[in-house]
């Protein structure tokens, strides 16, 4: 996280930054920011700015905002502390509500792999997802749909909505297929 952490302290209007490994579940990276006076604070443009420059495995799943840094009794910055703040932040995406059987089960699915409920606009790998996970997902929609979903799909689907929508069309083919014998 060293790495990740002296990038995003390197951004516009950052005074000072820390990205920590939360092991979850979800596992995930966080990163913490402390801004300038008057700094107007921009989850979705530091997320942008931090895909530009790092792998999209290394980039944060949330960064959040902080005044000051909270400290031990020793005087080490309390890694704790900031987990538990990311937590408690009243500022995550609404969560998503699925509404067909498809969207249901892909949301039932997504809860199991990544033990979080899907959230408005939240990719996969936001929501703590990596590669692994990936493919226990791909197994798990070919067991439960009979749909063979290629890896990238699932990182370039970028949330559980559109992978959904992505499953329910694979199935409608093979629907048509199935009707007009072709298969």
Same mark, same amino acid.
């Given at each position: 996280?060293?790495e990740?952490?002296? !990038?995003? %302290? #390197?951004?516009p209007? +950052?005074?000072?930054?820390?990205?920590? %490994?939360?092991?979850?579940?979800?596992?995930?990276?966080l990163? =913490?920011? /402390?801004?300038g %006076?008057?700094?107007?604070f921009?989850e979705k443009?530091?997320? #942008?700015?931090?895909?530009?420059?790092?792998?999209?495995?290394?980039?944060?799943?949330? !960064?959040?905002?902080? &005044?000051?840094?909270?400290?031990?009794?020793? @005087?080490?910055l309390d890694?704790?502390a900031? +987990?538990a703040?990311?937590? /408690?932040?009243?500022?995550?995406? &609404?969560?998503?509500?699925?509404?067909?059987?498809t969207?249901k089960?892909?949301?039932?699915?997504w809860?199991?792999?990544?033990g *979080?409920?899907?959230?408005? @606009?939240?990719? =996969?790998?936001r929501? @703590?997802?990596d #590669?692994? +996970?990936?493919?226990?997902l791909v197994e798990?929609v070919? $067991?439960?749909f009979? $749909?063979r979903? *290629?890896?990238?799909?699932v990182? =370039?689907? *970028?949330n &559980?909505a559109?992978?959904? &929508?992505h499953i329910q069309?694979?199935t409608?083919n *093979? #629907?048509?297929?199935?009707?007009e @014998?072709? !298969?």
């Open positions: 996280c060293e990740i952490t002296r !990038i995003l %302290a #390197s951004l209007g +950052i005074e000072d930054a820390v990205a920590l %490994a939360d092991p979850g579940p979800p596992a995930r990276i990163g =913490f920011v /402390r801004q %006076a008057g700094a107007h921009d443009g530091l997320l #942008s700015k931090l895909e530009d420059v790092l792998p999209l495995a290394m980039t944060p799943n949330r !960064i959040l905002p902080v &005044a000051e840094w909270p400290v031990t009794n020793n @005087g080490k890694r704790t900031l +987990i703040l990311a937590e /408690r932040d009243s500022r995550q995406p &609404a969560l998503w509500t699925p509404t067909s059987a969207e089960a892909v949301a039932t699915l809860h199991d792999l990544l *979080a409920d899907p959230r408005l @606009g939240r990719s =996969f790998l929501d @703590g997802g #590669s692994l +996970i990936a493919l226990r798990k070919d $067991v439960v009979g $749909v979903l *290629a890896l990238r799909t990182f =370039f689907e *970028a &559980a559109d992978l959904s &929508a069309s694979q409608a *093979a #629907s048509e297929l199935m009707e @014998g072709e !298969i």
